[in-house]
């Protein structure tokens, strides 16, 4: 599939691989489960998830209403040029953590690190176009994907779009659900209704 068909169809492609991880999830166990890093992997893993989660809704607040039409550089846009994707990537190796592995979240993390990049290339290359010299004063000014809390500038007032906001709930919260699934089928492999095929590190 060429790349630009990748990118432009990341949602696609997202749900893919988390498919790909929850097959894997079903079927495997953790030999970390039976000592402490087990349930500190876990624990890691769900403070991970709640930073995710109000991360994306903090981006959506912002972005939700003004995306098409408007360069956002503040709030978390202030921080960094793509925090909605640093959130996202918290919130996916989180979910790997929860799973009480190593493999799980670093199998994650190389994906994220191999496939976002072309992503945010290519959203780069659309806003240079629209916003020209303020686009390029924002780069900058402001880094690519690790955010700077130095950088943080918010306004008194924001105007929020209720009706579009309220629509990217749900997208907050898919971290969330997941993290439910993680425990929902590591409650089967308990209860002998999944097979353990193999364990992981």
Not at 27 to 49: K, Q, Y
Not at 93 to 111: D, M, N, R, S
């Amino acid at each position: 599939m060429p790349r630009s068909i990748v990118i432009k169809r990341r949602i696609f492609v997202s749900r893919i691989f988390v498919a790909a991880i929850a097959i894997l999830v079903f079927v495997s166990g953790s030999r970390w489960e039976t000592n402490l890093w087990g349930p500190l992997f876990f624990l890691a893993g769900t403070v991970l998830i709640g930073f995710a989660t109000v991360g994306r809704l903090w981006c959506s607040l912002y972005i939700s209403g003004y995306k098409k039409d408007n360069l956002v550089t503040t709030g978390p846009y202030s921080l960094c040029r793509n925090p909605l994707y640093f959130f996202s990537f918290l919130g996916a190796v989180g979910i790997g953590l929860t799973t009480e592995t190593l493999l799980i979240p670093a199998c994650i993390a190389i994906a994220f690190a191999f496939y976002y990049p072309m992503v945010i290339k290519a959203e780069q290359k659309k806003l240079a176009e629209v916003y020209k010299e303020a686009f390029s004063d924002y780069c900058k000014s402001t880094p690519v994907f690790f955010p700077s809390l130095r950088l943080l500038t918010e306004p008194e007032e924001y105007i929020v779009k209720p009706k579009i906001f309220r629509k990217t709930l749900f997208e907050a919260l898919w971290f969330v659900w997941l993290l439910g699934i993680v425990e929902l089928g590591e409650a089967l492999h308990e209860i002998k209704l999944l097979p353990t095929i193999f364990k992981l590190y």
